[in-house]
């Protein structure tokens, strides 16, 4: 998710000005705002039912959706030439897209106290070469018919459709993904969770975001009843409210930076080109791994 999202930073200003959306280029920074919040707003949505559904079906198949999703999403993405279009499909992205929750859910099922804390380090550094690729290809490869003239991205397509080969790109890697969540991915949610009468009073389940019971095991022959979940205690949403912040600085960090860097020089920006603008951020990101 990271890194379909980073990738398109670096050209998100010039694909949103090659929309003709405004006459006037001080104005591209609410539309290119827009593209990342209707992305996000769509996640707001989906999020709690994507995460019940988790509960009902397991965790490997809303996984699957999503990142199919994600790769059909980002090729529409990719060959957007109008502004209604690049918001239509980042909106089904975000719809269809649950996996950073469902795969902090899977962590959690699948590790323990003595391990959980190393599994979760790990994850966010795969989440940061995301941010760290994924501005570096976006830069690279955005409108490469002007950036290798004589190569064999010099053709007529992508000329019509400039910013269509990192999306390319990023919707390959959600498909390599799928083929691996499809065929190497085991179910982490088991729905017949085994509680022995004397363990009850021990034992604490939660769902994935409310409460959910935990039934017995299909094997007849064993001592097991239900246990229903607490509800969730206050103390939880201190973290929460931390995520939040933290979301919140990174957003308007990833919007504000390359409205500064692509914007025009008279226009108060620096006039970067995306591959430069890539680079920066590509830097960025490998100072956040420490």
Not at 109 to 132: H, M, P, W, Y
Request: hydrophobic fraction near 45%.
């Amino acid at each position: 998710e990271g890194f379909q999202v980073a990738i398109m930073v670096p050209f998100v200003y010039q694909m949103v000005k090659s929309f003709n959306v405004s006459n006037d280029e001080k104005e591209l920074g609410f539309y290119v705002g827009l593209i990342t919040s209707v992305y996000s707003l769509a996640q707001v949505i989906s999020s709690i039912p994507i995460g019940w559904l988790s509960d009902k079906f397991g965790r490997r198949p809303l996984m699957l959706v999503g990142l199919a999703g994600n790769a059909i999403s980002l090729v529409f993405f990719g060959v957007s030439k109008t502004l209604s279009f690049a918001l239509f499909t980042r909106a089904l992205s975000g719809l269809l897209n649950g996996n950073h929750g469902i795969s902090k859910s899977m962590v959690g099922e699948i590790t323990d106290k003595s391990n959980q804390s190393t599994a979760f380090a790990f994850r966010g550094v795969i989440l940061t070469l995301g941010t760290i690729s994924g501005p570096a290809l976006g830069g690279l490869f955005s409108d490469p018919a002007n950036q290798y003239p004589d190569s064999i991205f010099d053709n007529e397509f992508f000329k019509n459709y400039p910013f269509a080969l990192p999306c390319f790109i990023a919707s390959l890697v959600n498909v390599l993904g799928f083929l691996f969540g499809y065929f190497k991915l085991n179910e982490t949610f088991k729905k017949e969770i085994q509680l022995k009468k004397s363990d009850i009073t021990n034992s604490k389940a939660y769902g994935t975001f409310s409460e959910s019971e935990y039934v017995s095991s299909l094997d007849s022959d064993s001592n097991v009843v239900a246990k229903k979940s607490e509800k969730i205690p206050l103390s939880a949403f201190v973290p929460v409210v931390s995520f939040f912040i933290l979301a919140f600085h990174e957003v308007i960090f990833l919007q504000a930076v390359p409205l500064l860097a692509s914007s025009p020089l008279e226009n108060g920006g620096l006039g970067l080109s995306s591959r430069n603008l890539g680079s920066i951020l590509c830097f960025n990101g490998w100072i956040s791994l420490f």
